[in-house]
């Protein structure tokens, strides 16, 4: 089949790239040529493992191009995926449609036979009406049917994740559109994975409803874990013990800074809104939203509070900046709050991020970017882990001591087991942990 994806991002170029390599014909457009020129280089304008390689495959059997050329791309396209951002509109927190509607106006314009338009981004329910309204206002002689197919790829473990998901959530009421969405996942269907047709709209929630769902989840064992410091038990065990019941299930039960990154933060804010319109607030997840915010910077008071009180003119050493492993996105990491809350209370940051350090200049001043975990740790008063990249997890904790002032280690990701570090001469905080004898 042939198939445009509209917006080359973390969504946009992993789907056109794995859709390629099932063997469709695919054509990425976007319209920022700084990324256009990187792809047509060979180069990933991301970092997300094993794209580069599934990139260059497919690009070589000519079945994945790289365009700016959005008209003549969708004149002969079956289906057209727009997979733009839908950040959160400045100043209220609803979704920013801005994209997504002007990529639609210019679809109509150029649709040429019966297309399917998939909208992949995240969007507010409804939003898959005002497309056909504007693609319908824009070309009222055009063919098409509007689908909504929202993507649950994570960034870090997107390939694997768009290859083998759990499910394919699939929102029409159009004959055509199903038949023709079931030809472009049927490698998928037979690897297993549930095809899920529901209506246009309960596709559109069900995407808010699952990010909503766990961001609540980790916010649950964030408060979990801060109960269990004060009554001296460990969070840890907690997940656990709680996880290994099926009910519950034991992913996304670990405690640690608050949850960040492109997706929950403003998908959770644009679900309070799209609530609070229809009339039908949603208190657990305005509630989700409000201690999470509040949760980042209270990790800043964690660890000045694991200094003694005070950072003024004290040195700490951050060990990983994007808001997980294994990519380089830096939208709401829970590091710019933290960082910020030191350097307001009078901090000196270095800072180490195995992939990140690029996307944070932009976003982080007056902080120093080390080369390694260990130069970023000379004479620091306190080291925080703040992402859990692999290679934080077996350091060298004698190197470590000597290289800083004051061996005090904070571990906001639980990756350490407290008596190794505390044997090892640091003082230890972790989240939610017991106090050891
Ligand atoms: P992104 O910012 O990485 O990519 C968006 C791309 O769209 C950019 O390259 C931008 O240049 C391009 N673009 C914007 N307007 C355009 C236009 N008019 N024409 C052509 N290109 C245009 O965003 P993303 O992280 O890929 O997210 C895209 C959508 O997918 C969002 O709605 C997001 O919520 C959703 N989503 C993201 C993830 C994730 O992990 N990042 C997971 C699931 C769903």
Redesign the pocket.
């Known amino acids: 089949m042939k198939i445009v994806m509209?917006?080359?991002?973390?969504?946009?170029l992993v789907s056109g790239a794995c859709f390629a390599d099932f063997g469709h014909d695919v054509i990425c457009?976007?319209?920022?040529e700084s990324?256009l020129e990187l792809l047509k280089l060979g180069k990933m304008p991301?970092y997300e493992p094993g794209l580069e390689a599934l990139v260059e495959r497919n690009v070589s059997q000519d079945r994945l191009r790289f365009s700016n050329d959005?008209a003549s791309a969708v004149a002969g396209a079956d289906v057209v995926f727009i997979?733009?951002?839908?950040p959160s509109r400045r100043g209220d927190g609803h979704a920013d449609l801005s994209?997504v509607h002007?990529?639609a106006e210019?679809v109509g314009r150029a649709l040429n036979g019966f297309t399917v338009v998939v909208t992949?981004?995240?969007?507010p329910v409804g939003t898959g009406d005002a497309v056909e309204r504007i693609i319908a206002e824009a070309n009222p002689e055009a063919q098409f049917a509007v689908v909504s197919n929202?993507?649950?790829?994570?960034?870090g473990s997107?390939i694997e994740d768009f290859k083998r998901p759990d499910r394919v959530v699939i929102g029409t009421e159009d004959d055509r559109a199903r038949a023709a969405m079931s030809e472009l996942y049927r490698p998928l269907s037979l690897n297993a994975s549930p095809i899920f047709f529901t209506s246009r709209r309960t596709a559109e929630l069900t995407k808010y409803a699952a990010n909503a769902f766990l961001a609540m989840k980790i916010t649950f064992i964030n408060e979990i874990a801060d109960l269990c410091e004060q009554l001296d038990a460990d969070v840890q065990d907690v997940a656990r013990g709680i996880g290994m019941d099926g009910r519950i299930g034991s992913k996304f039960l670990h405690a640690g800074p608050g949850y960040g990154?492109?997706?929950f933060p403003?998908?959770t804010l644009a679900l309070v809104k799209t609530a609070q319109d229809a009339e039908c607030p949603v208190r657990l997840i305005e509630t989700t939203v409000s201690i999470n915010e509040q949760r980042k910077r209270s990790m800043g008071r964690k660890i000045i509070k694991a200094c003694g009180g005070s950072v003024r003119g004290k040195k700490i050493a951050i060990f990983g900046l994007t808001f997980k492993p294994n990519t380089d996105?830096m939208r709401d990491a829970p590091s710019i709050s933290i960082i910020q809350a030191l350097q307001d209370a009078g901090a000196h940051i270095a800072a180490y991020d195995p992939v990140g350090m690029e996307s944070a200049g932009g976003l982080l001043t007056d902080v120093a970017f080390a080369d390694g975990i260990y130069e970023a740790a000379e004479d620091a008063d306190a080291v925080a882990i703040v992402t859990e990249w692999d290679e934080f997890r077996s350091l060298d904790l004698q190197r470590l001591k000597s290289l800083m002032k004051t061996p005090i280690m904070v571990d906001l990701r639980n990756i350490y087991n407290s008596d190794e570090v505390i044997r090892g001469g640091f003082s230890y905080v972790g989240v939610g942990r017991a106090k050891t004898p």
């Open positions: 509209v917006g080359a991002g973390y969504v946009g457009v976007d319209r920022d990324k991301i959005l997979a733009v951002g839908t994209y002007g990529v210019e992949k981004s995240t969007v929202p993507e649950f790829l994570r960034e997107a990154g492109s997706c403003k998908d996105d």
